[in-house]
């Protein structure tokens, strides 16, 4: 297991995305959470290879976005951790980022 730190939240997001996907594609759904594993090694060893997103809260300055390999309309809302990142909350990118955060 990677050094990833999950916030209550993330993990929410995370059961609540593979059950939506699940609901039209089960294969799709139990390649979900691997493929989000696989992000969050990558951005362990690169925590700079998302794009900063600006936000008005000053606990979210710095946050990151990446997107979630093989899912690309699911993003990773990050911050680096030392040699950890802490990822914040697994998003579809429809979503209106800026309420939700606020």
């Known amino acids: 297991m990677h050094p990833s730190q999950f916030s209550p939240q993330a993990w929410q997001d995370a059961l609540e995305i593979t059950a939506y996907?699940?609901?039209d594609n089960?294969?799709?759904a139990s390649r979900f959470v691997p493929a989000l594993e696989v992000t969050c090694e990558q951005l362990i060893a690169l925590p700079g290879m998302g794009s900063v997103?600006?936000?008005?809260?000053?606990?979210l300055q710095g946050t990151?976005?990446?997107p979630v390999t093989g899912f690309e309309n699911y993003l990773i809302f990050y911050a680096p951790a030392g040699k950890s990142i802490k990822v914040l909350r697994i998003l579809h990118a429809a979503r209106d980022f800026p309420t939700i955060f606020e």
């Open 21 to 23: 996907i699940g609901t």
């Open 64 to 66: 990151r976005i990446m």
């Open 26 to 28: 089960t294969q799709a």
């Open 53 to 59: 997103r600006q936000f008005r809260r000053k606990d």
